[in-house]
């Protein structure tokens, strides 16, 4: 993707509620690459049983979602979805993301669900529904504390030197890819 020369638009954080409307966009989204991830991953392995090999899925799947979000990341700044919901990632200087602060960013962005995954692991939760609710829990409580931030960024983003902000596609560059 060509980003066209000249001056740069102002760089402003989208408010918390079209963030997270990405977030749960992206997760939609994200249902159809990890499908396909677990289709190829249980072809190749030969894996009969959900509970066979499943160690070695979440490692694939880890790996796969680390390569998707690195490749968008530094590519343009934008998933499919943050493109949907007009949100970029750039380095904290507005510059874009190398693929190592794109990568340092996905790691850090584990920290929406490791509390939580850690939480039902020492309480010993095993029920899906449990889970799930202690993982909703976690997001909106993480999503929360970006207003402790000064910018109002999310954690992760400030300890990676990222940030989030609004983009919209220039008018010249709209009115020639609609051509």
Known sequence: MTVPEGPEPALSTPGLARRMAA???EGVLLFGVLFVAGYLYSTLTQQR????GQAGLQAFVFIILAIYFVVFWTRGGQTVAMKAWHVR???ADGRPLSQARALMRYLASWLWFVPA???AWLAQLHRP?????LMIVGVVAYALLSFAHPQRQFWHDALCGTRL????PRKE???QSAA
């Open 23 to 25: 977030f749960v966009y």
């Open 129 to 133: 529904f449990e889970i799930f609710g």
């Open 165 to 168: 902000v609004s983009w919209q």
């Open 49 to 52: 049983h959900a509970l066979q």
């Open 89 to 91: 990632v750039v380095a």
């Open 173 to 175: 560059a709209r009115a």
């Open 117 to 119: 995954l850690a939480t």
